[in-house]
Nanobody, 116 residues
């Protein structure tokens, strides 16, 4: 089994920054990518950013140039640096782990609230 534990959410004013962390533990050998999804009230969960263990990263168009995903292999941790935050970034952010092509593992979620 795999455990994903997020931290770093909170309340920030528009234009501010936050960094989310996701620590993975357990049987992580089959995970080939990790990423961040978010879900706002009344909306579907959407991919924000993902990073493959081969190193390539991809981002949602809405966050390109503002968010950066990175990983620390030694700590089995993935980070999401979020800059220039906007009120529309407000959501619960979930860390995910992918095996092959399926996102099978999820953290408990962390709330990010951006005020005007």
């Amino acid at each position: 089994q795999v455990q994903l534990v997020e931290s770093g959410g909170g309340l920030v004013q528009a234009g501010g920054s936050l960094r989310l962390s996701c620590a993975a533990s357990g049987n992580i050998n089959n995970i080939n990518a990790m990423g961040w999804y978010r879900q706002a009230p009344g909306k579907q969960r959407e991919l924000v950013a993902a990073i493959a263990f081969g190193g390539s990263a991809n981002y949602a168009d809405s966050v390109k140039g503002r968010f950066t995903i990175s990983r620390d292999n030694a700590k089995n941790t993935v980070y999401l640096q979020m800059n220039s935050l906007k009120p529309e970034d407000t959501a619960v952010y979930y860390c995910g782990g992918r095996t092959r092509l399926t996102w099978n593992y999820w953290g408990q979620g962390t709330q990010v609230t951006v005020s005007t």
